[in-house]
């Protein structure tokens, strides 16, 4: 997880804010439509706009917010657009209109395969080690098999990413050559090579290739030559997750052009995930092979997918699903499995945008697909498996007068009931992730696309996304923070996810699974589970981490035999780490906090001076005094990283003047024009200072806005979620941005991930300002930090009910409404200066800039507040200047 790539778009200067403007009962914004047609497959343009107009006034209170959802209206899903269409089809488009007539796909049966005289032979400079194919059967990689005819055997050299590799093939006896073909698979072709043959003694050039991108590779001579000998000797390979290794299936003594296998490409218009349908009306009757291939971005879209699980799983689908099409047609719903014996196999549920159909088989798959003959398809749809959030499921919402903001909003809350599904046993990481005791769950997995496995680091954003969103489906987190307490170890550490049976061992999950049981209970007030589970966080915080704590106070990894662990990103770091001791005092804290809300009071005094204590330690040797920020490691290249930065202000490990320092550094290093990187440079691995990880970015941006630098939040999240709602597959939040905005890991990267949702509870708990204090919001508070948008209005879904706020914040001054449900109580903290805010409630003067007129008003943290709000709607406005 460290590899840095080419941009798939140019750097793009950011829109102008966009004002969502009120006209009767709703804001002006694009519809879900609109914006699938405008987010075109290679990303839509910027979108303008200007300041709020004089007189611009919010909507309503809970309309408008509606057209912005994106989720499909129901669970059949169709294309939106034909993307493309290539070779011999009829009526392509005829797939936007399924119940009209039919496309189309022809191909005409291949000749014979030309062939080498009896005798010849082939060798090669390395040969990879024979192995069992994904059938179970020896399989072995000769170079012999790229002259005996059988297009499923290939050779496969054995010096991965080191060049050159070269096949050598020998004739029996000279005879004239007027080109040759070279015919490599999916999983990676030859994209540089030369080819050379041997006469009167020496070698003479005969061609150079050095623009492959084709499987089937004709190679013609610009003059026909004697030869008793013919070799290739490849430089480059295409880079695929099956290695950069030169794979070669055939040679042919002649060079054939191919006839390129027709094909139609999707596009649903946004990323969707489910089980593809294609319905076919009529097929000729030699069993014609279709092979789709699926992609999130169109830039990864060849003729194999992005990622599939049988290729992650070293299987032989080479990229793609199969069916073989019966003469009388069918309706084909794509579910894991083979379709004829152990032929034809298909992965079964996709994540992608993109959907390419290709008249072809694999040559494995003969008899029981073939890839020629007449496929006529009728339609083509998905069957959606994830939650379904349309606006009638949405327990909470957001409106602002920014459209930037409320398009990250809803794409946040989009990319998150991607994740929410169930957990199966056919579309989960097939890195040994089942586990009978999830199977049927409701679970939030990481991605749609990939890993498909719940893991407890992305519950600590992805489950707030859900509690505020659609609290109906909290059990998918409880699910898994269950799942894994059950699965805790006896030294008291907690696995990550289900992924290598339960034994992937990360450093810093366990603490995340410390946060994210307090969350659950604070969010829900699920006492029960803070009882059932009490036990399990004792043993994380009482035994292992002490395990792995040094003479200071402070945990350093490789104690206690660590050195191995990893951490969210796989890093390489060792010894004290600021990251992992800041994420520490921030899980004893919340600890403390789900002891004391059982009753625990002396586990709770324990851990919160011991949080104490770890905050010193962390001050006392991980400051960098120098650079004005926490180093990232005490040991190795001096580095300072976003993660242990801002956890050490959300954690309140930093004080004001380090807070403050420490956010100058990371704006002086770490800004791109796609967001904040992760590091302030390459020490750690080449690129690491262009990287942005929207998961740690989050905390950054609640770190800015907590400590009154709304502006400075609102400029990261514009940065960083307009950069990926702007490119390709647009709307969704993706796993990691790469140098010049690319895709951190190509196509391997999840383009829909829930950890990248932190603009959500950002936009809802700091901007709106309102969060809880207490489990299941027996306390709230709501605190706005307003910046340089114009108005906001949101509700919070709470076991009582709603919360509503509203607010305006005009030159005269800020008005804000709060709409409290029974059973609750909360406090309201003003935005502004209190020395210069006059506060009133109707026509009530509260404070008056100086004192206060009712003993429920105070001035707290630097903000008026009004305390001890029930039951009721509230309104109060503070006029500045008074």
Same mark, same amino acid.
């Given at each position: ?29 694009? #519809?879900?439509?609109?914006?699938? #047609? ?5 990303? $839509? ?90 059938? +179970?059967?020896?399989? !072995? ?59 009167? +003694? ?25 030869? #008793? ?97 019966? $003469? ?119 991605? *749609? ?21 659609? /609290?109906?489906?909290?059990? $998918? ?25 339960? !034994? ?10 410390? &946060? ?94 011991? $949080? ?67 590091? /302030? ?50 709307? &969704? ?45 027996? !306390? ?5 930090? *307003? ?29 804000? !409404? ?53 039951? +009721? ?7 500045? +200047?008074?």
């Amino acid at each position: 997880m460290t590899s840095s790539r080419p941009a798939e778009d140019s750097p793009r200067p950011g829109p102008a804010r966009r004002t969502v403007l009120a006209a009767g009962a709703g804001a002006v914004a694009l #519809s879900a439509a609109g914006l699938a #047609s405008a987010q075109s497959a290679t990303a $839509a343009g910027t979108s303008g706009g200007t300041a709020s107009p004089a007189g611009a006034k919010p909507p309503r209170g809970g309309t408008g917010w509606q057209r912005y959802v994106q989720a499909p209206s129901s669970r059949t899903v169709r294309p939106v657009r034909l993307l493309a269409s290539q070779g011999d089809v009829t009526r392509p488009e005829a797939l936007l209109k399924p119940g009209g007539p039919a496309t189309v796909l022809r191909r005409p049966e291949p000749a014979p395969a030309p062939r080498w005289p009896e005798g010849t032979t082939a060798e090669a400079s390395s040969t990879h080690p024979g192995n069992n194919g994904s059938d +179970g059967q020896p399989r !072995t990689y000769d170079a012999s098999h790229a002259v005996d005819g059988d297009p499923d055997t290939f050779w496969n050299d054995d010096t991965q990413g080191a060049f050159p590799d070269v096949l050598t093939v020998t004739l029996p006896a000279e005879r004239e050559l007027s080109g040759i073909t070279v015919i490599s698979n999916s999983d990676g072709f030859p994209t540089h090579f030369t080819v050379d043959v041997w006469h009167d +003694g020496a070698w003479q050039r005969a061609a150079t290739r050095s623009d492959n991108d084709v499987v089937h590779c004709a190679v013609p001579f610009a003059t026909a030559l004697p030869a #008793s000998k013919v070799r290739i000797t490849v430089t480059a390979v295409q880079d695929t997750q099956s290695g950069a290794f030169t794979r070669i299936n055939e040679v042919w003594p002649e060079a054939v052009e191919a006839v390129r296998p027709p094909s139609v490409t999707l596009d649903f218009g946004k990323v969707v995930v489910g089980h593809p349908r294609i319905r076919f009306s009529g097929a000729s009757d030699n069993s014609p092979g279709v092979r789709v291939a699926f992609s999130e971005t169109q830039q990864f879209l060849t003729e194999r997918s992005d990622f599939t699980r049988n290729d992650q799983a070293g299987g032989a689908s080479h990229g793609t699903d199969q069916f073989a099409v019966p $003469a009388g047609g069918a309706d084909w719903l794509d579910h894991k499995g083979f379709q004829a014996g152990d032929k034809v196999f298909a992965d079964g549920l996709h994540g992608f945008r993109y959907l390419k159909i290709t008249l072809d088989a694999l040559p494995s798959d003969a008899p029981a697909a073939q890839p020629w003959g007449t496929v006529e398809v009728d339609a083509v749809s998905l069957e959606f498996s994830a939650y379904l959030g349309t606006p009638g499921t949405y327990r909470g919402w957001f409106l602002c007068s920014d459209d930037d903001l409320n398009r990250y909003w809803y794409g946040a809350s989009y990319t998150n009931e991607l994740v929410t599904d169930t957990f199966r046993r056919d579309d989960v990481d097939p890195r040994d992730a089942w586990s009978s005791s999830l199977e049927g769950q409701l679970v939030l997995h990481d991605g *749609p696309k990939r890993d498909r496995d719940p893991y407890v680091g992305d519950l600590a954003v992805s489950a707030r996304t859900l509690y505020l969103t659609h /609290d109906d489906a909290a059990a $998918a987190a409880r699910n898994v923070l269950a799942d894994l307490a059950d699965h805790q170890r006896a030294d008291g550490w907690i696995p990550p996810a289900s992924i290598n049976n339960y !034994t992937l061992p990360l450093f810093d999950y366990p603490l995340w699974w410390v &946060t994210c049981s307090w969350d659950y209970v604070l969010y829900t007030g699920d006492r029960a589970y803070a009882t059932r589970y009490y036990a399990h966080l004792l043993k994380v915080l009482d035994t292992w981490y002490p395990s792995v704590t040094d003479d200071a106070g402070l945990l350093s990894k490789g104690l206690n035999g660590t050195s191995g662990y990893g951490d969210y990103a796989f890093l390489n770091r060792t010894g004290r780490i600021t990251y992992y001791n800041v994420n520490y005092v921030q899980a004893l804290g919340d600890g403390a906090r789900l002891a004391r809300y059982l009753g625990h009071t002396d586990d709770a005094a324990r851990w919160e001076k011991r $949080a104490g204590q770890v905050a010193d330690a962390v001050n006392a040797h991980l400051w960098d005094e120098k650079a004005g920020a926490y180093l990232d490691s005490s040991t190795g290249p001096v580095r300072h990283a976003q993660d242990g930065n801002a956890i050490a202000i959300t954690a309140q490990v930093a004080d004001a003047g380090r807070a403050a320092s420490a956010l100058a550094h990371l704006d002086a290093t770490t800004r791109q024009p796609y967001g904040n990187a992760f590091m /302030d440079n390459d020490t750690i691995f080449g690129g690491a200072s262009q990287r942005v990880y929207a998961f740690t970015s989050y905390p950054e941006i609640v770190a800015r806005f907590e400590t009154g630098r709304a502006d400075s939040a609102l400029d990261q999240i514009r940065r960083t979620y307009g950069w990926m709602d702007r490119h390709d597959p647009g709307i &969704t939040h993706w796993e990691g941005i790469g140098p010049d905005g690319s895709l951190y890991e190509d196509a391997y990267t999840s383009m829909a991930h829930g950890w990248s949702t932190g603009v959500l509870p950002a936009l809802t708990h700091q901007l709106l300002g309102a969060r809880p204090t207490a489990p299941g919001y027996a !306390t709230w508070l709501v605190r706005p930090n *307003p910046g340089d948008v114009d108005w906001a209005q949101g509700e919070l879904p709470t076991p009582h009910g709603p919360l509503g706020v509203e607010w305006e914040n005009a030159r005269s001054g800020f008005t804000v !409404t709060v709409r409290v449900p029974r059973g609750t109580r909360g406090s309201l903290a003003l935005p502004g200066e209190p020395g210069r805010l006059t506060v009133r409630q109707g026509r009530t003067v509260l404070w008056d800039g100086r004192r206060a007129a009712h003993r429920t008003v105070d001035v707290a943290d630097g903000r008026v507040r009004v305390s001890s709000l029930g039951a +009721g709607t509230h309104t109060f406005t503070a006029v500045r +200047g008074g």
